[in-house]
């Protein structure tokens, strides 16, 4: 574990089960470089169980979307997927195909930002990268 204020190594102070979940185990650390102290917490994720829960919220959404809706977003992916068939059996771009029978592009989800930290993680083992090789330089008086 680095230190989140300077990306120093951390040593583990005190090590326990967390109050309401045993299954977690809460973790007290210190950097060794700059004595900034912060909590860590270890535990599992049920990462099926998260796929099941939106699965059933995507389909409580369908459910209860407006039936016209639904029909016409239907009806458009359906659209696509034939132009889609129609560029590759014809050998056109499937943009050209869209426009010539007035599709709209489906709507592009944007990138997340990505923020990078602060300062440069170093890789484990590995000399930093960011910083280039000093070299001496004589200094004659
Ligand atoms: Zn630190």
């Known amino acids: 574990m680095i230190c989140a204020r300077c990306a120093g190594d951390t040593r ?3 090590s326990r089960p967390h109050e309401d979940d045993p299954g977690v185990i809460r973790r007290r650390r210190e950097c060794v470089a700059c004595g900034h102290r ?3 917490q270890e535990g599992t994720i049920n990462i099926a169980g998260m796929r099941a829960k939106r699965r059933r919220a995507q ?4 459910a ?3 039936p016209a809706v ?3 977003r239907v009806a458009a992916s359906n659209l696509r997927r034939d132009a889609k068939i129609e560029a590759e059996e014809t050998g056109r771009p499937l943009a050209n195909v ?3 029978w007035s599709i709209e592009p489906a709507t592009r989800r ?4 990505h923020t990078s930290p602060p300062f440069p993680i170093p890789r484990a083992n590995e000399r930093s990268v960011t910083t280039p090789n ?3 330089t004589e200094c004659s008086i």
């Open 98 to 100: 869209m426009r010539d």
């Open 12 to 14: 583990v102070i005190d």
């Open 110 to 113: 944007r990138p997340l930002k």
């Open 134 to 136: 000093q070299k001496t």
């Open 64 to 66: 209860r979307l407006d």
């Open 59 to 62: 389909a409580a959404y369908l």
């Open 70 to 72: 639904k029909a016409a």
């Open 38 to 40: 912060f909590f860590t």
